[in-house]
């Protein structure tokens, strides 16, 4: 009988050192974090940074400028032409100089002679009161050649004075197309000038040798 209740207080003493040691967790000690050991015991130093950081704010959006446009100033070089246009001649002295220089210079096939003025302007239709001066020259009657200088009396009378040249250059051609054949082809050539109030009529046997010497007289 007491070795029965000696085994049930055994018993009840190993339950409850049982029961003891259940409600308490045994203490978990953590591990010390082991540090991997690169034998350099001197830390690295961190990179330098040589760029200033950028700012995590947003840029404010600025509103767009126009381009600046340069007055383009165009130096426009002035080029100060001084007037190389020599002062037109004041024409010949008189028409009598001019008729002499061009019976002179020209080619005639016979000398030409200063003949009357005022048969001349007739044989022209040209009147006194359409010119302010005016020479005839001549040459026999075998040949067409001759001249007239004529200064009109004003600017409107020159077309009068152009016409009865023209009409004296076609009145001979009809008349010494039957009498001497031959002086046609002056006629035909005949060199009709005018400059300003200068009117010039030359029948040669060169029209273009005589056409140079009268431009060069005017």
């Not at 031959?182 to 300003?196: C, F, Q, R, S």
């Amino acid at each position: 009988m007491k070795k029965t209740i000696s085994l049930i207080v055994v018993l009840a003493l190993a339950l409850t050192l049982l029961a003891a040691c259940g409600g308490k967790e045994p203490a978990t000690t953590e591990a010390p974090a082991t540090t991997e050991s690169t034998g350099d015991t001197t830390a690295a130093p961190a990179p330098a940074t040589t760029e200033a950081e950028a700012t995590t704010a947003e840029p404010t959006a600025e509103a767009p400028t126009e381009p600046a446009t340069e007055a383009v100033t165009e130096t426009a070089t002035e080029t100060t032409t001084e007037a190389t246009t020599e002062p037109a001649p004041a024409g010949p002295e008189s028409a009598a100089s001019a008729a002499s220089q061009i019976a002179s210079s020209a080619s005639f096939e016979e000398p030409l002679n200063e003949s009357g003025t005022a048969l001349g302007l007739g044989f022209f239709g040209i009147t006194d009161d359409m010119v302010s001066d005016a020479s005839y020259y001549a040459a026999s009657a075998a040949v067409a050649e001759e001249i007239l200088v004529v200064k009109a009396s004003g600017a409107d009378a020159v077309p009068s004075i152009i016409h009865g040249m023209e009409q004296r250059r076609d009145s001979q051609i009809e008349d010494y197309a039957d009498y001497v054949p031959k002086e046609v082809p002056k006629l035909e050539d005949a060199v009709i000038y005018a400059d300003g109030e200068w009117v010039v009529f030359c029948v040669s046997s060169d029209a273009a040798a005589a056409q140079s010497v009268i431009e060069g007289l005017f």
